[in-house]
């Protein structure tokens, strides 16, 4: 079996980002941090950072008066942000760069009354905190997951119109709804091709090559994950055998029969520790050792703010 692993995988710059504001915040603070939601969708880096006295919530109610929070990366809604100014705690913002961009869009709509539309999977955080941008009492906000929805769809002014997108789509199903919308609403504006981040792009086109050149893939990414999702969607919707899992131990023997190349790509959550084991376990089978597939080539880079930054003292 010949082991072939897609580029760029894994880790994104918005996560590289989110986990080195919670690390430093470790550092710099010697108080309880709290994170609203998983920093981000992966099991490991979870637990790895509760193993550092890190204190994961779901709700802002939770956390006591005048501590420490973290907002995930995936971004949350303003009444959020007003729940914790509140109760006066220390707010450290880990949301993706690029998912504030979609929240100032949303936040400009809501103020001049233009209607919205998010493209989006109902219940991720990232949805709710980008709904939650707006807060136009006369206006309003609607989530379509389908083109189906887009038929069902009625606003209440198709001249003044908008729509966002979730980061983590599939391009293709995406492009679908988009011009569905456009068809529909003819005079609707939104981002130029849409709101799918670079990372999300760039390792759903490394999956399609893959498709074209193994029996098998294995995407590792947490259950949750929306973009690791997508890549197993998009590598069964192609035609291999795609499987989504967690770590190695999720791996089935039998999954493997006949198979004689196999690709291995790693959702934008998940860290390269557990594609390691992964390749471990599969050349313990037999495997050969693995082949590093050509690929875009990622140079994004997301800053942490000054006042997140931890200095070593010398
Ligand atoms: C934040 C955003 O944590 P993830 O698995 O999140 P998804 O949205 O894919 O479930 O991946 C990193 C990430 C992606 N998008 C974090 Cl908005
Ligand atoms: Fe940001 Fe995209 Fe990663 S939205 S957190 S760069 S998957």
Not at 113 to 130: D, L, M, N, R, Y
Not at 252 to 275: C, F, Q, R
Request: glycine share 6%; net charge positive; hydrophobic share 40%.
């Amino acid at each position: 079996m010949n082991i072939i692993l897609t580029n760029p995988r894994g880790f994104c710059a918005g996560v590289k980002r989110a986990i080195l504001i919670v690390e430093n915040a470790l550092k710099i603070y010697k108080k309880t941090i709290y994170v609203r939601h998983e920093l981000v969708h992966n099991e490991y880096v979870v637990n790895t950072l509760r193993q550092k006295g890190v204190v994961f919530v779901q709700e802002i109610s939770e956390i006591p008066d005048y501590s420490i929070v973290v907002f995930s990366a995936h971004g949350v809604s303003k009444k959020v942000i007003q729940e914790s100014i509140k109760k006066k705690l220390i707010i450290l913002n880990a949301t993706c760069p690029l998912v504030t961009k979609v929240h100032i869009e949303v936040s400009n709509a809501s103020k001049k009354g233009i209607e919205t539309i998010v493209i989006g999977h109902k219940g991720h955080p990232e949805v709710e905190g980008t709904m939650g941008q707006y807060d136009n009492k006369n206006g309003k906000i609607y989530l379509v997951e389908s083109v189906k929805d887009v038929d069902n769809l009625s606003v209440k002014n198709s001249e003044k119109l908008n729509f966002v997108t979730q980061t983590t789509l599939s391009i293709t199903n995406t492009k679908d709804i988009i011009s569905s919308l456009q068809n529909k609403f003819p005079k609707i504006s939104g981002p130029i091709k849409e709101d799918i981040c670079y990372a999300t792009t760039n390792r759903q086109i490394a999956v399609k090559k893959l498709t074209q050149i193994t029996d098998m893939i294995l995407v590792v990414g947490s259950k949750n994950s929306s973009n690791s999702n997508r890549l197993a969607e998009l590598g069964n919707e192609t035609g291999t055998f795609t499987k989504l899992i967690s770590s190695f131990s999720d791996i089935k023997k039998i999954w493997l029969k006949n198979v004689h190349y196999i690709g291995i790509t790693a959702g934008a959550s998940a860290p390269e520790i557990l594609v390691t084991e992964v390749i471990q376990y599969l050349q313990k089978l037999g495997a050969n050792k693995p082949i590093e597939m050509l690929g875009i080539k990622e140079k994004t880079i997301f800053k942490i703010p000054r006042k997140f930054l931890y200095i070593k003292k010398m």
